[in-house]
């Protein structure tokens, strides 16, 4: 393998993140209509209303957008009903992916899916085929100037299990358990820490090494599920990282 491989294609992968910035838009105001039909249109009792509202408001949603978004789920508006789904695949060289929607077609959703799992070099497996693969975890990065062992301690107070440097230099990632993310976000938000980013992930135990050509290959079928508007989110366990969703 070319040593600038894997980073030119991690490159590539942040290149087309920026590009489907705007279909992002579409994919968060659907987890605020779902999240708020879950638990209710108030984020303070409702976590994964909070943060879904916090990274729409990162992503520059706007306010009414955000407003109409909850009214849907509130029942307040007419709109499609959405529902939670999971499908789990492999990709080049048998690498595990998990592929998180949101849809108001299971029918419309698994064929899309489907489609482009066969379409490039992958095929969808059977419920679990994967998933046992994969752990669920959080993570929040914290941005600005920090002072390492204030930080350390204060993280691992409120109930973080790790802390490590973030892709810039002047940010920090906490790893926690999955339902402890509100818990974490708000002891750091009243330590006077900046949140950039917090979200729940799925992380492999064990990452699978992939050749060259694998490697772009999975980065054109991530293009193509990511692309899908019922899709939210893919997780594999390639080992140029979990997860392609920042």
């Not at 070099?121 to 998933?131: A, F, K, P, Y």
């Amino acid at each position: 393998m070319a040593g600038h491989s894997k980073w030119a294609n991690i490159k590539h992968r942040k290149g087309r993140q920026d590009a489907l910035r705007g279909k992002m838009n579409t994919k968060l105001i659907r987890e605020i209509t779902v999240a708020t039909k879950e638990a209710g249109g108030d984020p303070d009792a409702n976590p994964r209303l909070r943060l879904a509202i916090d990274k729409a408001s990162r992503a520059n949603v706007t306010k009414d957008s955000i407003k109409r978004a909850i009214d849907k789920g509130l029942g307040n508006t007419d709109g499609a009903d959405y529902q939670a789904v999971r499908y789990e695949g492999y990709g080049p060289q048998g690498v595990a992916v998990l592929v998180f929607c949101l849809t108001d077609n299971k029918n419309r959703t698994v064929a899309e899916v489907r489609h482009a799992f066969n379409k490039y070099g992958g095929n969808l497996g059977t419920d679990g085929s994967v998933g046992y693969l994969f752990n669920r975890q959080a993570k929040v990065v914290i941005t600005g100037s920090v002072d390492d062992d204030m930080i350390m301690l204060h993280a691992l107070d409120c109930g973080a299990d790790d802390v490590s440097a973030g892709e810039a230099d002047d940010q920090v990632v906490l790893t926690c358990e999955a339902n402890q993310l509100s818990e974490v976000v708000n002891a750091m938000q009243e330590h006077g820490y900046t949140i950039l980013h917090a979200d729940q992930h799925w992380v492999a135990d064990m990452m699978q090494a992939l050749d060259e050509a694998a490697t772009e290959k999975l980065m054109v079928l991530y293009d193509a599920l990511i692309e899908l508007d019922d899709v939210q989110s893919v997780f594999t366990n390639a080992d140029l990282g979990q997860t392609f969703i920042d």
